[in-house]
T-cell receptor, first 113, second 113 residues
Framework: GAVVSQHPSRVICKSGTSVKIECRSLDFQATTMFWYRQFPKQSLMLMATSNEGSKATYEQGVEKDKFLINHASLTLSTLTVTSAHPEDSSFYIC?????????FGQGTRLTVV | GENVEQHPSTLSVQEGDSAVIKCTYSDSASNYFPWYKQELGKRPQLIIDIRSNVGEKKDQRIAVTLNKTAKHFSLHITETQPEDSAVYFCAAPAYPSGTALIFGKGTTLSVSS
């Protein structure tokens, strides 16, 4: 199957700082990638759809100025959490579809202190 | 948009018993229904999926059934084993794009030996 790699797997940052998370498709090109957020013991909630070469599409209630998405190449999408606050602490996970199947990155555990 | 409901939220069975998890979806145009298994702190892993042109699909101890008229699909695990213990998510394509996946709230399956 296809491989999606996400980095870093864990990050701790201070409140008010920004954090960048990378998502790469290693063996296929992904014109579209997806970013999810998962709070403890909850489901994966779609945050946004990342489109190569164009603006991301954000789900209702997700602040686009806080969660900056860049999809500059066919294999890389980045999510930047700007001015992070403790309530942004969560598990962020990216996904890309190859054929009908969705493949997920390893996820990033973000802790804002 | 697509709404995916999943039941039950928790399920406890004895080793060797069967487990059934049910999901309903709202968009009648949806045509792809995957099931994922997620272990704590890890990425979701696809365990089985079904397309709308078939009513049932089986892979060893795991099967999925689909009722398009009623807009529901179910995961069946037979001869459960302790290593089946995890959180299981159903999903369906987001409306109207059909590219991202929308997840159910998840079912925590516990298999006791």
């Amino acid at each position: 199957g296809a491989v999606v790699s996400q980095h870093p797997s864990r990050v701790i940052c201070k409140s008010g700082t920004s954090v960048k998370i990378e998502c790469r498709s290693l063996d296929f090109q992904a014109t579209t990638m997806f970013w999810y957020r998962q709070f403890p013991k909850q489901s994966l909630m779609l945050m946004a759809t990342s489109n190569e070469g164009s603006k991301a599409t954000y789900e209702q209630g997700v602040e686009k100025d806080k969660f900056l998405i860049n999809h500059a190449s066919l294999t890389l999408s980045t999510l930047t959490v700007t001015s992070a606050h403790p309530e942004d602490s969560s598990f962020y996970i990216c996904s890309a579809r190859w054929g009908s199947e969705a493949f997920f990155g390893q996820g990033t555990r973000l802790t804002v202190v | 948009g697509e709404n995916v409901e999943q039941h039950p939220s928790t399920l406890s069975v004895q080793e060797g018993d069967s487990a059934v998890i049910k999901c309903t979806y709202s968009d009648s145009a949806s045509n792809y229904f995957p099931w994922y298994k997620q272990e704590l702190g890890k990425r979701p892993q696809l365990i089985i999926d079904i397309r709308s042109n078939v009513g049932e699909k089986k892979d060893q101890r795991i099967a999925v059934t689909l009722n398009k008229t009623a807009k529901h699909f179910s995961l069946h695990i037979t001869e459960t084993q302790p290593e089946d213990s995890a959180v299981y998510f159903c999903a369906a394509p987001a409306y109207p794009s059909g590219t991202a996946l929308i997840f159910g709230k998840g079912t925590t399956l516990s298999v006791s030996s």
